[in-house]
């Protein structure tokens, strides 16, 4: 078993800057991969980045390419999410996610899931 618990949501104005983070325990080993999500409000949830664990691959959706950035710090077992130039459209609830191996954008192939936490870019 594998538990996440994410934290840093919270409010923020447009071009602001929020650094999400994911503490992993349990199992959790090199050879997870580790991705972000976001659902907002009436839509599907979508894939926002991924990185493997210990083999220093990244992966971006295009909406967030340049603004956003993942990193790891092993010794913590903990992922970041880095996010700048922050827009309205990126309100959603974040989730982070583990699974075995790199599966980059699948949701349906990560096993574990964090409760979320609510980001939300206003005026």
């Known amino acids: 078993q594998v538990q996440l618990v994410e934290s840093g949501g919270g409010l923020v104005q447009p071009g602001g800057s929020l650094r999400l983070s994911c503490a992993a325990s349990g199992r959790t080993f090199s050879s997870y991969g580790m991705g972000w999500f976001r659902q907002a409000p009436g839509k599907e949830r979508e894939f926002v980045a991924a990185?493997?664990?210990?083999?220093?691959?990244?992966y971006y959706a295009d909406s967030v390419k340049g603004r956003f950035t993942i990193s790891r710090d092993n010794a913590k077992n903990t992922v970041y999410l880095q996010m700048n130039s922050l827009k309205p459209e990126d309100t959603a609830v974040y989730y982070c996610?583990?699974?075995?191996?790199?599966?980059?954008?699948?949701?349906?192939?990560?096993?574990?899931w964090g409760q979320g936490t609510q980001v939300t870019v206003s005026s």
């Open positions: 990185i493997s664990w210990s083999g220093g691959n990244t």
């Open positions: 996610a583990a699974g075995a191996g790199y599966v980059g954008g699948i949701s349906s192939l990560y096993d574990y």
